[in-house]
Structure formats: structure tokens, C-alpha cells
């Protein structure tokens, strides 16, 4: 499944950049999560609930972050398992200024299997969008 964004912030590249790198602004925007524990350089341990549809259940997993180019991009790896099944993906982040705005892109591929991927195909294209706008929401919250 394919996964792209484009969100854009009132505030310059270096803050929005510090905003997405903070442990405390992801642990309080992404949606259900529930804990949020540093395992390394750039790698977090989680667990969040997420209550949509197919999908309902807690799923525990790990976030990393490699191949970081300040101010410009980084590569997130997902992977996570609950009751419903498992989810791996991958995405890009970049960062540009687009006048006096900073826009965030995020194109990624994520592979889902078990119970979600037979049920819940055809919502996770939506499911996926809604999360992430929730979550670049909070985020623009806490910076703008």
C-alpha cells in the first residue's frame, strides 16, 4: 500500500525539523499511542491503540530513523504486530521552504498481513491518511 502526504507548517525548516526528531512532540501526536521508549540512537519502542474499524487493537512495535540529511530528509522504518495482524513500512520525509512556509512530504510503501490485510484493505488507504493528518495536525499545534 502507498502512502503520501504533503503538510505545511507556518514555521522555518529548522524548527519544524526539531519538532519531528522530538520524542516528546511524536509521543503526544501519534494517535493511540500509548508508550513511547527510546531503544537506541533514532529507534523507539511503542505501543499504541488504535480503535478504527478491522483495525481496533493494540499493537506494539518499533520506529527508526536512518539516513538523516539536515535539514532536508530522513527515511522512517515501521514495523509493528497486534491482534489484527502485522504491519512493515518505510517512507521518506522531506523538507522544503515554500515561501514563508516549511512543507513536510511523505511518500512511503507499507505491507500489512493477518486479519487487517483481508478485512481492512479496502479502509486502510483511509485509515492511513486520517492518522497521519491527525498526527501533522498535533504536530502544527505544538510549533506554530
Aim: with cysteine; charged share 20%.
Amino acid at each position: 500500500m502507498r502512502v503520501e502526504g504533503t503538510y505545511s507548517f507556518s514555521a522555518d525548516l529548522e524548527t519544524v525539523w526539531d519538532a519531528l526528531q522530538n520524542p516528546d512532540i511524536l509521543s503526544g501526536c501519534i494517535p493511540g499511542c500509548q508508550t513511547f521508549q527510546p531503544l537506541g540512537q533514532d529507534t523507539y519502542e511503542m505501543v499504541l491503540k488504535v480503535p478504527v474499524t478491522a483495525i481496533t487493537g493494540t499493537y506494539a512495535g518499533k520506529v527508526s530513523v536512518a539516513d538523516k540529511v539536515r535539514p532536508d530528509s530522513y527515511r522512517m522504518l515501521v514495523e509493528g504486530r497486534g491482534p489484527g495482524g502485522t504491519i512493515r513500512g518505510e517512507a521518506v520525509i522531506s523538507f522544503s521552504k515554500n515561501g514563508g512556509e516549511t512543507q513536510v512530504k511523505l511518500v512511503g510503501d507499507a505491507q500489512v498481513s493477518g486479519v487487517v490485510a483481508r478485512v481492512g484493505q479496502r479502509l486502510m488507504g483511509s485509515v492511513s491518511n486520517m492518522l497521519m493528518n491527525q498526527f501533522f495536525g498535533c504536530v502544527r499545534s505544538k510549533i506554530e
